[in-house]
């Protein structure tokens, strides 16, 4: 249905209508717009999970935000299904804030529960989030030169090989899902979630790098890479049977080595702010902050009230 815009508010000189997102129909235009915006800011306009659900399976939902049948803004809402807790994301050119809040508001009506709201950087949608919003949590971004002058071993009894698609699935989940145990995002993945990243273009099994002891996984680097000169460390961690003997430094080291060797001169990674440990590491690395994202949390049954 159409939320017509009020009179009067903001730069828009038509009225601005929000809509639920068809899956059928909508996601050439909606795609094309994340594009535009991509390419007008520098980055991705919507994070990973969100993006991937856009374009299928359209477990979510998303609402688009058009003025005189343009898109001016998009947001996604999804449920994470391991914890029945509802993330959004809104990609969106310069909105008024009545405007953002009447958007977060149609989500309101779909979630049954209190959502997070992420945002990415300083822009507008972060600063009225944080007047509005306790904050959940907090992501940085760390960018770096690679390769790292720092040395790195692999202990006695540990190999290092590259993931086998069809064959590692499994073992794979059994080491990350321990390393993440609780963790909203990466602690409850499932074989279909790892099969989905390996039907995406940038998936590299030569990049996702396992470290085995025996016949288990002690610890993962899976990296991705942006371009030609950009590396991602997309997820990392250690069994916590193999924690706390130094593993974590050379996997990072390593991975980033191979990334070096495929022509990358820049690596990136998101470190959540409440692991101490990982900043710490990454930090003696030689990484520094480019970028501050946050989650806020928005209660359940907001807004009473829409002005």
Not at 167 to 173: A, G, M, R, V
Request: charge should be negative.
């Amino acid at each position: 249905s159409l939320v017509p815009r009020p009179q009067g508010r903001g730069p828009y000189r038509f009225l601005m209508n929000i809509r639920r997102l068809r899956p059928g129909t909508d996601i050439d235009e909606v795609s094309v717009f994340l594009a535009q915006l991509e390419a007008e800011t520098g980055k991705p306009p919507l994070g990973e999970s969100k993006f991937v659900d856009l374009v299928g399976p359209h477990r979510g939902v998303g609402f688009i935000a058009e003025e005189r049948g343009s898109i001016c803004a998009y947001l996604h809402l999804l449920q994470r299904e391991s914890s029945q807790v509802w993330e959004l994301e809104v990609a969106a050119e310069q909105l008024p804030k009545g405007d953002l809040e009447r958007l977060l508001a149609a989500a309101a009506t779909e979630a049954s529960s209190p959502m997070l709201w992420w945002t990415f950087g300083e822009s507008e949608s972060a600063a009225f989030a944080g007047a509005r919003f306790p904050v959940a949590r907090t992501l940085h971004k760390f960018v770096g030169s690679i390769p790292l002058p720092d040395p790195w071993h692999v202990p006695e009894g540990v190999r290092v090989a590259h993931f086998r698609p069809g064959i590692d699935e499994e073992h794979w989940l059994v080491a990350n899902n321990a390393a993440f145990e609780g963790h909203l995002e990466n602690g409850a993945w499932t074989v279909a979630d790892v099969l989905e990243r390996e039907s995406r273009g940038w998936f590299d099994a030569a990049g996702f790098r396992l470290w085995w002891a025996d016949d288990r996984v002690a610890g993962f680097c899976w990296t991705k890479r942006h371009g030609p000169e950009l590396g991602e460390i997309y997820v990392i961690g250690v069994h916590p049977e193999f924690q706390g003997r130094g593993l974590g430094r050379s996997i990072v080291i390593e991975a980033l080595s191979y990334l070096a060797g495929e022509g990358c001169r820049t690596g990136m990674l998101y470190v959540d702010t409440a692991n101490a440990t990982a900043l710490d590491l990454y930090q003696s690395l030689g990484f520094v902050l480019e970028r501050v994202d946050r989650c806020f949390a928005i209660p359940n049954g907001w807004p009473h009230e829409v002005q």
